[in-house]
Nanobody, 122 residues
């Protein structure tokens, strides 16, 4: 069992920045990590992932160039740096862990946090 706790959400104006943190109870290198988000009335959608094998990040088209996923093994924390935020980024953001080397859908992740709300005002 891995405990996953997100923090860092809040309300920001369009064009602003936030950094989300995902603090976990196990060694980061054991898992592939992902960030997903869910807006009201919509399905949970992929935002970013970082593979436990390659360490290479990948992003959804909507956030490429604006968001960055990274990890700090010493702090057991995964980050999502979000810049140039837009009202369309408003959602609950979730951090998730997967055992597999590469994860491409919500069903690939075994552990999820409770989410943190991000609201971007225009």
């Amino acid at each position: 069992q891995v405990n996953v706790v997100e923090s860092g959400g809040g309300t920001v104006q369009a064009g602003g920045s936030l950094r989300l943190s995902c603090t976990v109870s196990d060694t980061l290198d054991k898992y592939t990590w992902g960030w997903y988000r869910q807006a009201p009335g919509k399905e949970r959608e992929f935002v970013a992932t970082i593979s436990r094998i390659s360490g290479r990040p990948s992003y959804s088209d909507s956030v490429t160039g604006r968001f960055a996923i990274s990890g700090d093994s010493a702090k057991k924390t995964i980050y999502l740096e979000m810049n140039n935020l837009k009202p369309g980024d408003t959602a609950v953001y979730y951090c998730a862990a997967a055992f597999r080397a590469y994860a491409s859908s919500v069903y690939d992740y075994e552990y999820w946090g409770q989410g943190t709300q991000v609201t971007v005002s225009s």
